[in-house]
């Protein structure tokens, strides 16, 4: 079984991506995330403002220029125009970067995460309708096809998608719930649940890549991934539970708190020699009651749209679809 979100890589078997946005780039990660279609931008190709060449880094400065870009869209649009993985990758060197000014302002910028063959774009809302949605989009193309999440698929990105030739290639649902007082789990014979500790690494990185060996994010997850994760100010040992038997890892369930409030299923896999014995739904409902003693009391989560067997479980435990990423590809890709 597997879950991720992403959004995220959220954006976590959860799946993230995002348009000309969360990537033409959230296992369960619920694998997040998320383009926001009001984030692609509109226009019939008047002038772009200076376009930057693609760079592999940014520098101070033009890393705080894009989250600040990031937060003003957010506002706007009610909907993050990057998601975990992107706002990670401003600070490294595995994804390309374009940026476009107006009048020496950052008012467009896009990333292509080349391992994930993914974008996400984002355009100020004071300088939309002025064709710098286009050119974002059509910048990662000139070296490959890569698909652009639509983060919340609004009708404006829709409509955006549409007219440029994209079609929906895959959705990461966002699903939440009331979190309330969880019953202790019923752990099979032999199987005892416990808080992550450094010894543990790699055998969490294993089992990670066979539970998600088909998940275009999770799957890939790597050691530096992990380590950016734990340097993150969400980071508890605690919150990533381990069901093990003995010495053998057979699953885990990785939790998140965004706020006081606010909890979130990040990531959640079984081993595939693991299956069929109830792991996924004694790990969820272990993660819930973490996050609620916790004091949250609100949880969500991200799931492949097409992940049925994770969504039913969700679905049962009490969670509800709040809305659905979409991945676009053009339509020859597709």
């Known amino acids: ?9 959220h954006r976590r078997d959860h799946d993230h991506a995002s348009l000309p946005r969360r990537q033409l780039d959230p296992t369960h990660r619920h694998s997040v995330p998320p383009g926001c279609p009001s984030t692609l931008g509109r226009g019939p190709g008047r002038p772009y403002g200076d376009f930057v060449d693609p760079r592999s880094s940014l520098t101070p400065h033009q890393r705080l220029a894009v989250i600040d870009l990031a937060a003003a869209a ?11 993985e992107a706002t990670l990758a401003l600070t490294r060197d595995d994804a390309r970067h374009w940026l476009v000014e107006a009048g020496g302002v950052l008012v467009g910028y896009a990333q292509e995460q080349p391992a994930n063959q993914t974008a996400q774009i984002v355009v100020h809302p004071q300088h939309r309708r002025a064709g710098h949605g286009t050119a974002l989009l059509a910048a990662p193309a ?19 998608a549409a007219a440029r030739g994209l079609v929906a290639v895959r959705g990461l649902s966002m699903m939440e719930r009331v979190l309330s007082e969880e ?41 530096a991934d992990l380590v950016a994760r734990q340097h993150e100010d969400w980071w508890e040992p605690d919150g990533l539970i381990l069901a093990t038997q003995q010495d053998t890892l057979l699953g885990f369930h990785w939790t998140k708190r965004h706020d006081a409030d606010t909890g979130e299923v990040y990531v959640l896999g079984v081993a595939p020699e693991a299956s069929g014995r109830g792991l996924g739904k ?42 659905t990423d979409t991945l676009y590809a053009p339509a020859t890709a597709s």
């Open 1 to 9: 079984m597997q879950h991720r979100h992403p959004r995220a890589q």
């Open 183 to 223: 019953p202790a789990p019923s752990t099979p014979e032999g199987v005892t649940l416990r808080g992550y500790t450094d010894a543990d690494a790699e055998a969490f990185l294993t089992l990670n890549a066979a539970a998600f060996a088909h998940h275009p994010e999770q799957g890939h997850f790597s050691a």
């Open 74 to 84: 957010e506002r706007a649009d009610g909907t993050p125009p990057l998601n975990e």
């Open 282 to 323: 004694v790990l969820l409902q272990a993660g819930l009651a973490h996050l609620y003693r916790g004091g949250a009391t609100r949880v969500l989560l991200y799931v492949d749209a097409g992940n049925e067997a994770a969504v039913a479980l969700y679905r049962k435990a009490g969670f509800v679809v709040v809305h």
């Open 142 to 160: 000139e070296s490959a096809s890569p698909h652009v999440w639509a983060f919340g698929t609004s009708d404006a990105a829709q409509g955006f």
